[in-house]
């Protein structure tokens, strides 16, 4: 069964009533999960400084624990010099994982929604989106803030964010 | 849309609306931070 493109048996409040669909605003989109990683990794690239932040404070906590180390290694004798190397190298190994790992996770967060499709609709007032499953979605303009953008999409924010 | 991004936040693809000829009416009605 196609979805349904709006009507007045839409739910969405008094919004959906008022302003009657209009077809040549509608248009259809299915999940894309190429777009959705490329978004996610050029949003993250766009995140630099918070990672050079993130990264400088956990080099300092790491130097801090090495010298706290070195201080203990000195005082109970005990040959740290190699143990301190490998230390640092499994320790780098570990955040980048963590961090491809993260990137990897964030960019395929939504891949569950592999083959499904929406219809989405431009009104006078909202900005709407209807799943197959009939749940339509009214976001008011008045709300809706562009926070980033990519060739690829938009991250809006609409209302108080939790 | 990407219902996983954290409060009332959500993803929308560029290259559908472009294709339907909307992009710039969405543009138009919403704000930009």
Partial sequence: MPPRIGGPYSAGGEGALEHPVNEESAYRVTYDSKANQRHALAYHLSQWWRWLFAWVVFGLIVTGLAGLLLSMGSFIRYPIGKLWQFAAAFGFALVLVALLEYLRKSATAADFLIGKSWTCRLTPEHWVYEGDDGVTTHIPWKIMTIEYESKDAWILSYGASV | ?33
């Fill in chain 2, 1 to 33: 849309m990407d219902p996983l991004l954290r409060g009332q936040r959500l993803t929308i693809y560029r290259k559908p609306m472009q294709d339907a000829g909307l992009e710039e009416e969405f543009l138009t009605r919403v704000s930009r931070a």
